[in-house]
T-cell receptor, first 113, second 115 residues
Framework: EAGVAQSPRYKIIEKRQSVAFWCNPI?????LYWYQQILGQGPKLLIQ????????DSQLPKDRFSAERLKGVDSTLKIQPAKLEDSAVYLC???????????FGNGTRLTVT | QQQVKQSPQSLIVQKGGISIINCAYE??????FPWYQQFPGKGPALLIA?????SEKKEGRFTISFNKSAKQFSLHIMDSQPGDSATYFC??????????????FGQGTTLQVKP
């Protein structure tokens, strides 16, 4: 089966600009996650979707981050405006359901200058 | 209470040796403990996972040991190979609508296996 697809692979922007990341989960996977991985740290959950509904977004900085999963398949994560501390790898993961293992994409590496 | 603490931060092992990485948690609601392997430029990949109803799980050269009373679990890599050189993350999540599927990751251990 095809894995989790993410684009772009790399993005460099200046602070205060906006950026968007796209994720296409494994076919049939109902649950989708966005994680932030700062260099040298473990991934940190930002938001969890079940189909097209948000299960948990308690760790999402909602003043600048937004995410959606229209039609319960693809998802986009947006940052507006970006800050220097947003420099990280943004990982998308999906699972068949809430109790199944997570499969990660290769991430988008964001550099904010 | 949501933290998972991982050690060591880095580890160097000779080829053929045993690599051991340890993790500790506080939240007793956690009931799923996976280990992920991550190579540079790639996303984390599930290596092996355990639930607290067993004390050990083995898959090939990889073994998880679980101590429920101490709230600790560890990854053992037997006969370590240079291809095992990667960053390893322990993680934990729990059941219930507030916890299920939400993995809390440790800080990671960078393993280098010398030929």
């Amino acid at each position: 089966e095809a894995g989790v697809a993410q684009s772009p692979r790399y993005k460099i922007i200046e602070k205060r600009q906006s950026v968007a990341f796209w994720c296409n989960p494994i076919s049939g996977h109902a649950t989708l996650y966005w994680y932030q991985q700062i260099l040298g740290q473990g991934p940190k959950l930002l938001i969890q979707f079940q189909n097209n509904g948000v299960v948990d977004d308690s760790q999402l900085p909602k003043d600048r981050f937004s995410a959606e999963r229209l039609k319960g398949v693809d998802s986009t994560l947006k940052i507006q405006p970006a800050k220097l501390e947003d420099s990280a790898v943004y990982l998308c993961a999906s699972s068949r359901d809430l109790n199944s293992p997570l499969h990660f994409g290769n991430g988008t590496r964001l550099t904010v200058t | 209470q949501q933290q998972v603490k991982q050690s060591p931060q880095s580890l160097i092992v000779q080829k053929g040796g045993i690599s051991i990485i340890n993790c500790a948690y506080e939240n007793t609601a956690f009931d799923y403990f996976p280990w992920y392997q991550q190579f540079p430029g790639k996303g984390p990949a599930l290596l092996i996972a355990i639930r607290p109803d067993v004390s050990e799980k083995k898959e090939g050269r990889f073994t998880i040991s679980f101590n429920k009373s101490a709230k600790q679990f560890s990854l053992h890599i037997m006969d370590s190979q240079p291809g095992d050189s990667a960053t390893y993350f322990c993680a934990a999540s729990g059941r219930g609508s507030s916890n299920t599927g939400k993995l809390i990751f440790g800080q990671g251990t960078t393993l280098q296996v010398k030929p």
